[in-house]
Nanobody, 131 residues
Framework: QVQLVESGGGLVQAGGSLRLSCAASGRTFTSATMGWFRQAPGKEREFVAA???????????DSRDSVKGRFTISRDNAKNTVYLQMNSLEPEDTAVYYC?????????????????????WGQGTQVTVSS
């Protein structure tokens, strides 16, 4: 079993920054994939970014309103923690942000971006960006 605990959310003005943390405990997998998703009110949960524990390769959401270039995912293996650095925040980034863990390595964007392939989820942390 893996436990995920997110922190770092809060209220920030547009253009500001936040860094989210996701601390993993319990069984850890060196070949696991970690992801960040978000869910805004009235919308479906959407993929934000993912990273492999081993090697640190990253994938970002591939959409018209992509976070790539503004958000950076990273990990600290020694601390079993994954981070999401969010810069140039926009009101549209307002959502509950969830950390997720997949016990196996993903292959291809279609895997990383699917919420249903992740085995464990955190409780979420609220990010609110005011205009």
């Amino acid at each position: 079993q893996v436990q995920l605990v997110e922190s770092g959310g809060g209220l920030v003005q547009a253009g500001g920054s936040l860094r989210l943390s996701c601390a993993a405990s319990g069984r850890t997998f060196t070949s696991a994939t970690m992801g960040w998703f978000r869910q805004a009110p009235g919308k479906e949960r959407e993929f934000v970014a993912a990273i492999r524990w081993s090697g640190g390769s990253t994938v970002y959401a591939d959409s018209r309103d992509s976070v790539k270039g503004r958000f950076t995912i990273s990990r600290d293996n020694a601390k079993n923690t994954v981070y999401l650095q969010m810069n140039s925040l926009e009101p549209e980034d307002t959502a509950v942000y969830y950390c997720a863990a997949r016990t196996n390595v993903c292959s291809g964007y279609g895997c990383y971006a699917r919420a249903d392939v992740y085995d464990y989820w955190g409780q979420g942390t609220q990010v609110t960006v005011s205009s």
